[in-house]
């Protein structure tokens, strides 16, 4: 493309990078901190150059059927131009180059090499990156970046309506909607850019050289969903209170305190009527002694005794289970309310995520 002299005038010392015929003479050029538009002279005008810093708020594009209309809101005031409708395109994406560059979102050498209006939704890739704007304007400093160097996957999930650009960043994938009658060439656009960038042929190449291992992203992920985000201890009522527990606490001790006194005051009381019955028997017997009537009156004294013992020890036994019984339960209790915080915590991504994507 030739430069007219009045541009290399205007120029300043700058260079210029990029260029757009828009037919009959008319070009529009790229500098480092401006865009220049050079009208040629015609019936109703002179030769002249008009000059559009970067350094914009927000640039907003108004199609018309045959001219579009470029707006440009600066601190200062307002400027706008037209350009035929058939290179709106191409200017776009050079005042986008320009623009980002002197955000700061693109380094000094990086140019847009594809730029895509859905309604709202403006997507921008460049050399080393795709930047999505959501707004009734094309640009302003509310926008994301995911810059290739970034990605750990790419693909294309083909609708109905609409096909997704899935931008995987660090296993996270990130969503672009775009029409099903402009996809094709997104996707031309994206591949071609990204595929550059790490300098592979094809989309399995690419994804098998950068994508991330598996494991290693489940862990992540777990970790991410079931990590610091929820606290059990803040906020949230254990589920066993004090005094249930110095109830469960105390009822080993005083049932075995109760068992070993009621097997003593039993063993007493044998003993006592062990002898009383012996005085007995032997005032009314005289000094007749019946065979085997020692044996028989030890082993009844034992026998109580042991009885006595055992007793207790059933009664300690199933204080012992109905324990073990009720801290399962509290056991099953805690692991069911730490799922439903796990659940929970993995729905709260989602949205947070599916909302920052504009969905």
Known sequence: MEIPDLVRDALGGEDVELGVNLGD???VCLTPTRTLLYRAEGLLSD??????????EWLDVKEGRRKTKFVLEYVEGTRSFGVPSNRDGAVLELLLTGILRADGVTDPDESVVGAFRFSELVMIVTE???VRHIGSAVWTEDFEEYPFADLTGLGFEEGNVATEVVLEVDGRPKRIKTPNDQARKVQQVV???VFDFYGVGSLEELNASIGIDDDADETERDDSDGGSDIDIGGGIDPLVSDDEERASASIDGPTATDSSETSA??????????????SSASESAGAREWPGEESQSNGGQSDVSSTATSQGDVASQQDLDAVEAQLAELTTAVNRHNELLEKQQRTINKLIEELREGR
């Open 265 to 278: 005051q039993v063993e007493s009381r044998s003993q006592a009527e062990t002898g009383t019955d012996a």
């Open 47 to 56: 030769e002249k150059v008009q000059e559009f810093p970067h350094d914009v």
């Open 25 to 27: 003479e008319d070009v």
């Open 191 to 193: 591949e071609d850019a």
């Open 128 to 130: 080393q990156r795709v």
